[in-house]
């Protein structure tokens, strides 16, 4: 989180606009201790313009996670044009390799900022720098279990499938005595945050809208109801809902990982799954939910669960077969549930003090990693907040 | 939502490159970058002071047409009255 230590600037400059940021003012009530300035771009981006170029356009608008916006504007767009998707292996296989890739970057160079004190965590990212150099998950196609082997000999210690199967078994109470007995950074990173970690514990809904079709075509109505209003803070069921890699369709357990800790330990525990072979609703490439729902008039809604949560893609089409062109398209992004001014995130925000003391802030990171929002966190001026929320 | 900026790098330290574009300079980290050859001139998508991939001189090119529209656009629509 930039800014902690004194309310900082507001920096401008050509760049700044394009991705905006969530600024946030501790221990003030919601839902004015919460806000973000990202600008909307799809519409603009994609209205009118021919649907055939929509998965490149969304790829290459949202870089980051290009591949799953592709895969998901692609299943969306298969659905509004031929009344169903068909998610094939290599989609599936696009979207693990997407997945897994941001949970090693979250791990070795996210979370020792957020969870570390200065000095150590500059230690680790020194070191991480150097063990992320051998990650086949960053590379050109690794062999099958490369990545299996590079986790066990420079995260888990042990071999990944004893891992898991010991975490599947007993989250709370693997998680606690491997981060107490193994050697190496990365349990003794989780150990260090343990208790900061695990007395944040915030309690939303898990979204869990693409369980069925009713409910995926209750949200489809909301969306087309509400439009990028809709889309920029979205509900469930008329409430907030948070959505994780503890809130997945095959993960009966997930929910149950109530503290920031959990659910980091939730992400290492998804990065096993994904570097082992697929077993269908356990480990590999089928280990994420994916698909699309045709809805009327050539419009449809299409979900993947990628490494922040669950990103939705809503899609009208305007004419059909080549010459259709895109009348409406909203992404609803992991970031937009769990940074809603009324969600997950905004509740801690108000829990804060108002001065909150060190140890406070290291709660608070915690949280913030196991959310991982996309875009930077900022410390806002009160002035600033009042500004935004009458923009 | 994760939008990543096209820069050119303009100079490498090590695993640090400062990086340009739209004339704002930014240093990014190559730490995943790692498995790529890169040299001065060549173009990455950079986020939250990260280099995350390497990208051609088109790719830039189509990405910053694409941003550009936007902004335009934006600035357009805050304009009118």
Redesign the interface.
Known sequence: MTGRRGVQAIPMNTLDPLGGALWVRAGEPRPHNLRSTRPDWVDRATRGRPARALPDTLGRLFALCSRAHAVCAGLALQAAQQGRAEVTPALRGQLAAQTVRDHAQQIWLDWPGRLLPPTDAAAFQARAAVVLGTCPAFGPAAAPGALADWLQTHALGLPPAAWLSRWDEDPPGWLRHWSDNAPGELPRLLRHCRAVAETAAPGLPALQVHASDAALQALAGEIQAQGARFARQPLWRGWCAETGVWTRLHDAAGQRLHSAWLRLGARLAEAVRLALPDEPGRCGADWLALGALPLADGSAIAWVEMARGLLLHHLQLDGSGADARVAACHVIAPTEWNFHPDGAVARAVEALPRQPDAEAWRGFDALVAAYAPCVPLQHAPSSLLVEVAHA | ??????MQVMQIDG?SARCT????E?RV?L?????ETLAVGDMV?A??G?A??KISHE?AR??WA??D???A??AQSRAAP
């Open positions: 939502m994760c939008l990543a900026i096209p695993l574009a739209k004339g704002v930014r980290s730490w995943l970058l790692q498995h998508l986020h939250l990260q995350v991939q790719q189509e990405a694409l941003f529209e936007m902004l656009a934006d």
